[in-house]
């Protein structure tokens, strides 16, 4: 570094680095929400790709901010884990060093929700630093966006009317439920379903 500005032959190969990683394709597929993203192999494929071919290793090391329990509209127990994650480059001709962090959340009814937001701090941490464009949606679980519209269905909504709670919803299409069509529905499949969609299980059955 003798006669040299800190960290410049560092900071050159990282331009280098985010010319050859300024655009990544998106492979990954959201079957929920019909579009596509860049995985996180996608992203880190082609960023490895890229700090090998110009002498530049990574050191990261991830911190659990948070795991929470939470209960789905269908009652079930999930995992809401977010991670913090230092990544240190360091230049192997200059020894140069920069760090650069990420943060991420998971959501797993197993034991994947820490890897899940480690994987998405590690993502996010790339994409951030090095400008990388893809145009895609944070994140593409589509087992959790399904669980969330439930539960937004399932949120009891107020009356402007004196504030107070309205009756039951459908929990498969959201209509309000009749007092008599809910304790039927109750009774009968053990969920609050409206008549059409009383109908179709029928249908199906």
């Given at each position: 570094?003798?006669?040299?500005?800190?960290?410049?032959?560092?900071?050159?190969?990282?331009?280098?680095?985010?010319?050859?990683?300024?655009?990544?394709?998106?492979?990954?597929?959201?079957?929920?929400?019909?579009?596509?993203?860049?995985?996180?192999?996608?992203?880190?494929?082609?960023v490895n790709?890229?700090?090998?071919?110009?002498?530049?290793?990574?050191?990261?090391?991830?911190?659990?901010?948070?795991?929470?329990?939470?209960?789905?509209?269908?009652?079930?127990?999930?995992?809401?884990?977010?991670?913090?994650i230092n990544?240190?480059?360091?230049?192997?001709?200059?020894?140069?060093?920069?760090?650069?962090?990420?943060?991420?959340?998971?959501?797993?009814?197993?034991?994947?929700?820490?890897?899940?937001?480690?994987?998405?701090?590690?993502?996010?941490?790339?994409?951030?630093?090095?400008?990388?464009?893809?145009?895609?949606?944070?994140?593409?679980?589509?087992?959790?966006?399904?669980?969330?519209?439930?539960?937004?269905?399932?949120?009891?909504?107020?009356?402007?009317?004196?504030?107070?709670?309205?009756?039951?919803?459908?929990?498969?299409?959201?209509?309000?439920?009749?007092?008599?069509?809910?304790?039927?529905?109750?009774?009968?499949?053990?969920?609050?379903?409206?008549?059409?969609?009383?109908?179709?299980i029928k249908?199906?059955?």
């Open positions: 570094m003798k006669g040299q500005p800190i960290m410049q032959k560092l900071a050159k190969k990282l331009i280098e680095v985010m010319e050859e990683c300024a655009y990544v394709t998106k492979n990954g597929v959201n079957n929920f929400h019909k579009y596509k993203y860049a995985t996180s192999a996608d992203v880190l494929e082609k790709t890229a700090m090998v071919k110009h002498g530049v290793c990574t050191i990261a090391i991830p911190e659990i901010i948070s795991v929470d329990e939470i209960t789905t509209a269908k009652g079930n127990i999930e995992r809401l884990a977010t991670v913090k990544i240190t480059f360091i230049d192997k001709d200059s020894e140069d060093t920069i760090t650069i962090t990420g943060l991420g959340s998971g959501q797993d009814a197993g034991d994947k929700a820490v890897m899940k937001a480690q994987t998405a701090a590690i993502k996010y941490a790339y994409m951030l630093s090095f400008a990388i464009a893809t145009g895609d949606d944070p994140e593409a679980d589509g087992k959790t966006d399904q669980t969330n519209i439930v539960q937004v269905k399932n949120t009891p909504k107020k009356n402007p009317i004196g504030n107070k709670t309205v009756k039951a919803a459908c929990v498969e299409c959201g209509i309000v439920l009749s007092d008599k069509v809910k304790t039927y529905s109750l009774e009968k499949y053990g969920r609050c379903l409206c008549i059409e969609c009383q109908k179709n249908v199906s059955a």
